[in-house]
């Protein structure tokens, strides 16, 4: 069995559209970045802590935990603390080309180890008017997303493209996992 160690609904979904059986257990962990941290580090231990958290109450269950993070330069961007937040952040990324990097974690009951990896990809974002920020904003959408933006949602029509997998920026690279569980004999 299969438990995704995060409440995540785009996590879940993916997992579902790829065909991959699980059940949801979600982590309750601190999600701050460590002082010096990069940001690839952060989003595999961030996994792993989820992961790691889940499999003490679900011993027998391969656990998966994941954390997606957004970087502009060295800079993290989590999920936005409030409105005012997530029109910063936006305002960050209008014009430029950033980083999504998820860590994945899965916990192997049978090996009794965990493998943690992560996927990058780059996102281009066009310029965004200070009307369009503000008009997405009230809509809500980024109020739960890193970077404050869903690529599957509104703010697709900001970006023209991306050099990796497109389902690692909507929260989980499916065939990374994929590949984990396969070669673990989770699925």
């Known amino acids: 069995m299969l438990i995704l160690a995060s409440a995540s609904p785009r996590r879940q979904q993916l997992l579902r559209n ?5 059940e949801v257990q979600p982590a309750d962990i601190d999600e701050t970045p460590l002082a010096g941290e990069s940001p690839r580090d952060c989003a595999e231990r961030l996994a792993r802590e989820k992961a790691i958290t889940v499999s003490r109450k679900r011993p027998k269950a391969y656990i998966l935990g994941a954390d997606t993070i957004v970087v502009i330069g060295e800079t993290i961007l989590g999920k936005p603390r409030d409105a005012a937040d997530a029109a910063r952040m936006l305002r960050l990324l209008s014009g430029r080309t950033h980083e999504v990097i ?86």
Request: aromatic fraction near 6%; glycine fraction near 8%.
């Open 18 to 22: 790829a065909a991959i059986p699980f």
């Open 102 to 187: 998820t860590g994945v974690c899965l916990v192997d009951p049978v090996a009794g180890d965990a493998e943690q990896a992560s996927e990058t990809t780059r996102v281009t974002v066009r310029e965004i008017s200070d009307d369009e920020i503000r008009d997405y904003v009230a809509t809500g959408e980024p109020m739960d997303k890193a970077g404050a933006y869903a690529i599957q949602g509104i703010a697709s029509r900001w970006i023209p493209s991306i050099e990796g997998d497109y389902s690692n920026v909507v929260g989980l690279p499916v065939a990374l996992v994929w590949s984990m569980l396969k070669k673990r004999g989770a699925i």
